[in-house]
């Protein structure tokens, strides 16, 4: 009797993956489509949640960092050693990749020129 409900179910099984299709009548097809159709609202369903749970945290995460990102503001607004950018650094030789706000903070006296030399 055992082995009958396992071979049962084994049967169901497969038949929810699309297997062993081939005796089933019309309406043993539309209750299997039925089963499906439930199953697959319930994962969707859950998905969402998940989904809207997990930006609810990014959320959170972006307030946190905008205040964070405004207390540095301050804090550097307050601090005696601010460097000032330099002409250099305000020009055209700005990478593309680089976030202004990064770019604007960063000081070097290094300097490079490019062209051909100059002759003696």
């Known amino acids: 009797m055992l082995g009958k409900e396992i071979a049962e179910k084994t049967k169901e099984l497969r038949q929810l993956r699309g297997e062993e299709l081939q005796g089933l009548d019309l309406e043993e097809l539309k209750h299997l489509e039925k089963l499906l159709e439930g199953g ?42 601010v460097v000032q950018p330099t ?27 490019l062209g051909l030399p100059y002759p003696n």
């Open 40 to 81: 697959l609202n319930r994962v969707t369903q859950t998905k969402d949640e998940l989904f809207f749970k997990e930006i609810s945290i990014l959320k959170r995460k972006e307030v946190e960092l905008m205040e964070e990102n405004q207390q540095l503001k301050e804090k550097m607004g307050n601090s005696p050693h």
């Open 87 to 113: 002409v250099a650094q305000q020009g055209l030789g700005q990478p593309s990749e680089c976030n202004g706000h990064a770019w604007r903070s960063y000081s070097s006296d290094i300097s490079l020129r």
